[in-house]
């Protein structure tokens, strides 16, 4: 605890949140409406009294400040903001309430429920009469955290778009269970940092983890009343703070350094760090929810209030609230909340949660909304890498497609096509066209690239790939939901029995569809996305909403089965191929026509009888079987040195017919070949002969195979 009496100085308005300069510390906390702002500080007991209050005397610029001389780093601190409270008029200021620092970069113990945390009387049906209790015991304390840290020269990786492969993880779901990583490190930072995970991640060839969200966040009351937890963690209180339940170290500060720790190791082996961030609402939900941050320092500045009733916010969301990002102090607060993240904890880019939530100025999705604009314009935030979850819960929120140069999206029409082909739906070929050389439909008209897609079959949400095989009606009843929560409508198959079963038909065909998802994925352009656990068939056991299950089911399945590490080795192959032959990474569209240097197109849509597809078999409802030759010595782009770029010619067949298909090889010059170098349908590739142009090759189903175009006078020898 600082000295006593507690000498203050005026301090200053900038920055906000706590500052330690090792000298004392600086508080800033912006309220617009408030009429006064008390600072409480606590002792290191958790959840310990209030041992001091101090009333902030100066305000700049609608910011409250003070400096404490003497003030270390580890205090614990909190504010009571004092102001009308007046929920018809959009005002929710209760001094009872202690409140979160929204710039704390660290805090220190849990939320408990209890109806202290509420601002209103219980028995108000309205909401309108203030509540007296003190809730200071139930919430959680800021962290004054000192922000030294030894990098070793740490800087971001800047992976080129074109080359990543994006792997999607729960930082607690992937080490819970690893067998190799000590019990106290498992399920935290430290663990995902430790060399049995790292080396895993590396041996699997990705080159970037998105981290499903770190911020601190709160359980919802539902969810803790029914024995849950919310395990992925989008209910976020605290932009700034690492969540000190994913920390190996501690709340009292240590999970930052831990955190940065991570990222460090995570950068020396070549792997980037993406934070999937959820600033389109906050833990606070309805405005019959608690008071915990920012509904009692500014409720008119940080929430998006109905006009015709500002004692109700607007919900773009579905989770009861949306940040007001027509205010200038809430647009600062996520565009601090990002720099910080960049500068002082090194991550790589973000993945933002419900995207469209955030370009909303006044209803309508705007690509010119003052969130993209600043964004641009961040000489830091622009230089990274941003992708949108191109979508929220509002009228007109389907926003595939539609966000600006400089952004990647989440590409649902991508999953949706890939799942509808593979489960044998007709009238898939033309859109199945588009989805796997990059959706130029959706992106080249504005200037974008084909990595402006993230393609994925799968991700948190949802089905497992393992499920998506397996099940065709989620199993949600562990939720304590009546199995009302999560999509009914997944585009998924069971391969004729629904759930487990011991048939051993059924259990193969099961694993030739996960390969051919997983093929697929990795050899369309743009940037694939593998969910944690797919790799190697990892099953949630039909719950295709595992939001509240930290447990079995969602953690990732260590130790690894005989046949999970045969799966494993597969796609291992797949990403090989990928990062090695260019062109499956492209950096621009096809262009389907003769390039400057060679004698056949970039790209050729191949019908089963060796010839370029005709408009009548695009729209033949019921052709599933295509093929794509994709030519190494057409691609009309420069390396880093300014030589062209050239790699080998692929030749890409998909059957998604039940039975086999013969798909005769295209003509090529000469005595070329075509060598067998990927088969989901069983044949191992270096056991297959090389096959002469004009040839038969006989394509399992359903089944994805490789071909590699070898020239007359090479030995032909296979890459695995």
């Known amino acids: 605890m600082i000295r006593s009496p507690i000498r203050t100085r005026p301090g200053a308005p900038y920055p906000l949140g706590a500052t330690w300069d090792g000298a004392g510390v600086n508080f800033a906390l912006f309220s617009e409406h408030a009429t006064a702002v008390d600072l409480c500080l606590f002792d290191a007991s958790e959840p310990g009294p209030e041992r001091a209050r101090i009333r902030l005397r100066e305000r700049t610029d609608q910011v409250w400040h003070v400096y404490l001389p003497g003030a270390p780093a580890g205090l614990l601190y909190g504010y009571r903001v004092h102001g009308p409270y007046a929920p018809a008029d959009g005002h ?32 108000d049906p309205h909401g309108d009469v203030p509540d007296a209790r003190d809730s200071a015991g139930h919430v959680p304390r800021s962290v004054v955290v000192d922000p030294a840290f030894d990098w070793q020269g740490d800087r971001l990786l800047r992976t080129p778009w074109h080359r990543t492969v994006i792997y999607e993880l729960h930082v607690k779901g992937f080490t819970a269970r690893h067998p190799e990583i000590a019990p106290e490190r498992r399920g935290t930072f430290a663990g995902l940092a430790a060399p049995p995970a790292v080396d895993y991640l590396r041996a699997l060839g990705v080159t970037a983890v998105e981290l499903l969200p770190v911020h601190h966040r709160v359980s919802e009351r539902a969810v803790v009343e029914r024995g849950l937890t919310n395990y992925w963690g989008y209910n976020s209180i605290g932009y700034f703070a690492p969540d000190a339940r994913l920390s190996s170290a501690g709340g009292r500060g240590a999970q930052v350094a831990e955190f940065k720790a991570m990222v460090r190791d995570l950068h020396r082996a070549g792997i980037e760090v993406i934070l999937d961030v959820v600033y389109n609402h906050t833990a606070e939900g309805t405005h019959r929810g608690p008071t915990l941050c920012f509904r009692g320092i500014d409720n008119r500045a940080y929430y998006r209030l109905r006009p015709e009733e500002r004692r109700e916010y607007v919900d773009y969301t579905g989770c009861g609230n949306t940040l007001n990002m027509r205010h200038p102090r809430a647009l600062q607060l996520i565009m601090d909340s990002l720099r910080f993240w960049v500068l002082e904890m ?38 990274v890498k941003l992708i949108a979850e191109p979508w929220d819960l509002g009228e007109g929120g389907y926003q595939v497609g539609n966000f600006p140069p400089g952004w990647a999206e989440w590409n649902g029409r991508y999953r949706d096509t890939i799942r509808r082909y593979w489960r ?94 997983l093929a697929t994925l990795l050899l369309s352009q743009g940037i694939p996305m593998l969910s944690a656990g797919d790799e190697v068939g990892r099953t949630q056991r039909g719950n295709n909403n595992a939001y509240c299950q930290d447990n079995a089911v969602s953690w990732f399945p260590w130790p690894l089965s005989p046949a999970a ?142 071909l590699r175009l070898v020239p007359a006078t090479s030995g032909g020898d296979a890459v695995s």
């Open 92 to 123: 929710r200021f209760n001094p009872a309430k202690l409140l979160v620092d929204p710039y704390a970069r660290a805090l220190a113990g849990e939320l408990s429920w209890h109806e202290s945390l509420y601002g209103y009387r219980p028995d």
């Open 565 to 706: 590490l045969r799966r494993l080795d597969g796609v291992r192959r797949m990403i090989r191929l990928r990062l090695t032959e260019p062109v499956l990474h492209r950096r621009t569209f096809f262009q389907g026509r003769h390039i400057h240097g060679s004698d056949v197109k970039d790209l050729t849509w191949l019908a089963p009888g060796g010839k370029e597809m005709t408009a009548e078999e695009w729209h033949d409802g019921g052709g599933r079987c295509v093929g794509l030759r994709l030519a190494g010595d057409a691609i009309e782009e420069m390396d880093d040195r300014g030589e062209r770029i050239a790699g080998d010619t692929l030749l890409v067949l998909l059957n998604a017919h039940p039975y086999p298909a013969p798909f005769v090889l295209p003509a090529e010059r000469g005595e070329a070949r075509w060598r067998l170098v990927l088969d989901t349908g069983g044949r191992e590739p270096a056991m297959v002969p090389a096959l002469p142009a004009g040839d038969t090759f006989l394509l399992e189903g359903p089944s994805v195979a490789v």
């Open 424 to 517: 044998g739906d007709h009238g898939q070929t033309a859109e199945l066209g588009y989805r796997l050389t990059g959706s130029s439909d959706l992106y080249e008209a504005s200037g974008r690239r084909p990595y402006a897609s993230v393609n994925f079959v799968t991700a948190h949400d949802g089905f497992s790939l393992a499920d998506l095989v397996s099940y065709e009606a989620k199993r949600n009843d562990d939720n304590g939901e009546d199995n009302l929560d999560g999509a009914d409508e997944n585009l998924s198959w069971n391969c004729g029995v629904e759930g487990p079963t011991d048939d051993p038909a059924v259990l193969a065909l099961r694993e030739r569809q996960m390969a051919n998802f």
């Open 346 to 383: 090194h991550v790589d880019g973000f993945r933002f949660d419900l995207a469209a939530a955030l370009a909303r100025e006044l209803h309508d999705v705007d690509r010119l909304s003052a969130f993209f604009d600043v964004i641009h314009q961040d000489p830091v935030i622009s230089q």
